[in-house]
DNA sequence: GATGAATGAGCGTTCATTCAT
DNA sequence: AATGAATGAACGCTCATTCAT
């Protein structure tokens, strides 16, 4: 039977998502959650098999939305620096608008139980990402490096400088924006 | 009186960390902890006042040590760029030694627990670095940005790449080391 | 839902006071209540907040009970050395009938814990009692002194008396409590 | 081989008293004791074959002192009267130079534990306090009741009295021990 | 005699999960 | 679908006591 209540299940992976960025995974019980979201812990185990699954849930969620929010504007028609560009745009609105779901995604994406996560559930999403690297290269105008090595200096830094920013509760500037624009295009660029 | 035995609180802290990085934060208990380390749970409350004690002196200690590592060879008299180069080879050298390390401190500096460690602990072991930076600005080598962002742009990207072969248990090849240090050159150089 | 199982939490009180006096206060864990009872430790705390909720709640119910058995019959129609009387007689027949109870308050009333208790919550209960002084007084018939005095002379020694047969497991012949009464009625009349 | 330091006995006794009495049996630990009197846990094992030996001879020494206090000054020469109120202002003078000791000796005996005290041990020291009832008895002053019932009349209403002006903080006013003294005697005079 | 280190057992409490309604 | 009741297992931590010096 289909869950009747769209807005519970919300409730739940919301409220797990807050408690877990504000005490951590150890410190976040069912219970907890529970209580945050106004349900039962019965409930839970209505829309989620076990606790694990609601983890693994709303990280997939999580990663799902970041990549549709940073990559739905990137089609093939643009140029590649442009590309990157407006994904660097987008990747910075998105942490502007969901702060949250930055600082969940990194607390997950650390932990060993990132691993029991179908790393394909989250990939598919960036496949887009994937393909305009690929164009990058064909053409000329990126560095012939593993895709890996590419991501580790476009994502990882903007990740780590929104974190930066989330934590301290320091808006960031176009200036360094700019800036940190620069440095990753120096870095991956032929 | 017997005294402190030295070797059981290191056995304390590297079972803590190869728990931690087995099975998460989450799922690491003292018990298991000391089962590990072959004490009685009661003895890890002689050498830390309660689990959080333990688990921030192991990040600071970690931490501390890889900073030693890295940086203790850095000396003023080497120019900039081989001075990155060095540090760069150093935290290879030291991410191959101690895989564990690694993972540890990227998964507890993305926990909200990080929070109630003292930065200056851990800052302090980084100074040389931060002067390191300077010098680099200073004598032009270096973009004009903000540490954190220069930051954002050596250590992550190849922290990023250490654990990700790390967990793969594939070694790191000479020549993606080479090209993943051009790509961090090229993002600070002026 | 289920309801709550009244019979549950009852069963609980009382073996925590059987338990308490039978081998203390700091005897008395929440894993051993809950075996006498019959019920899980962790069913323990949805009926009580904790441990020393569990045992205040207890307290207090036990001295209402007392209160109302033994202060129930008393009418301002009676002639007060008759109110004292009926209510000596009442003491004796609910520690007859509840030596426990007895057993349980002098310990509870005895221990600092009993600090954390209300004293409005009980004293309550004694309300009758404290007009049947006043009146006592006003009527010329007892002394005039503070009320507590007139107390010490009056439950103390017949709750130590009491006291004292329920450990010895001998009854208390009708003389004894003839001679108590006399003696009571004594200490406190004009 | 007797122990060499009493000073130390007694600071583990006089501390045991201290906890007890302020945070109760059940939270007063070997180790809290230990601490407070500025030992070793370790050491106090030196003095004590185990804690109940501990509590059980804190609570005799601390009776046969309060026995001594109050019944070393009456003899046989005394008219019973007399000896009755000296020995009630005895009781009273030790209530305010050791209120600590009062407060103790009620939790104490109250509390299942006094069960593995020989009650022979204390019962000693208030033998003169028996043959004073006796010789009342046969010299016509005192009621012809059984020892006990003399006691709930004389000792536990002082005591409770004590205890509640000790609890207070507030002394006891000299028409009140007046007073008291009265309902007392008029309890027992035959 | 005196100590701090060391411990297995137990503490009060919360856990993830299931039950009964 | 949804709930609060219920639970055995496990939690972090402290216990009374002994060990080694």
């Given at each position: 039977?289909?869950?009747?209540?769209?807005?519970?299940?919300e409730?739940?992976?919301?409220?797990?998502?807050?408690?877990?960025?504000?005490?951590?995974?150890?410190?976040?019980?069912?219970?907890?959650?529970?209580?945050?979201?106004?349900v039962?812990?019965?409930?839970?185990?209505?829309?989620?098999?076990?606790?694990?699954?609601l983890?693994?849930?709303?990280?997939?969620?999580?990663?799902?939305?970041?990549?549709?929010?940073?990559?739905?504007?990137?089609?093939?028609?643009?140029?590649?620096?442009?590309?990157?560009?407006l994904?660097?745009?987008?990747?910075?609105?998105?942490?502007?608008?969901?702060?949250d779901?930055?600082?969940?995604?990194?607390?997950?994406?650390?932990?060993?139980?990132?691993?029991?996560?179908?790393?394909?559930?989250?990939?598919?999403?960036?496949?887009?990402?994937?393909?305009?690297?690929?164009?990058?290269?064909?053409?000329?105008q990126l560095?012939?490096?593993?895709?890996n090595?590419?991501?580790?200096?476009?994502?990882?830094?903007?990740?780590?400088?929104?974190?930066?920013?989330?934590?301290e509760?320091?808006?960031?500037?176009?200036?360094e924006?700019?800036?940190?624009?620069?440095?990753?295009?120096?870095?991956?660029?032929?």
């Amino acid at each position: 039977m289909r869950p009747k209540d769209e807005t519970k299940r919300e409730a739940i992976l919301q409220s797990a998502m807050v408690l877990i960025n504000t005490y951590g995974l150890a410190h976040t019980s069912i219970s907890k959650i529970a209580k945050e979201a106004g349900v039962s812990p019965a409930t839970i185990y209505i829309y989620f098999a076990n606790k694990e699954d609601l983890l693994t849930t709303l990280y997939v969620e999580v990663r799902r939305e970041m990549a549709g929010a940073i990559l739905d504007s990137i089609d093939e028609s643009l140029e590649v620096v442009d590309a990157f560009r407006l994904l660097w745009e987008n990747l910075l609105a998105y942490y502007l608008a969901y702060p949250d779901h930055f600082v969940f995604a990194e607390q997950f994406h650390n932990a060993p139980i990132v691993d029991s996560v179908d790393p394909a559930e989250v990939d598919t999403h960036f496949e887009p990402y994937v393909r305009l690297i690929e164009r990058g290269q064909t053409q000329g105008q990126l560095k012939n490096i593993p895709a890996n090595l590419i991501n580790a200096f476009v994502f990882y830094p903007l990740t780590e400088l929104a974190k930066h920013h989330v934590k301290e509760g320091t808006p960031m500037e176009d200036d360094e924006l700019e800036a940190a624009f620069d440095c990753a295009w120096d870095a991956i660029r032929a």
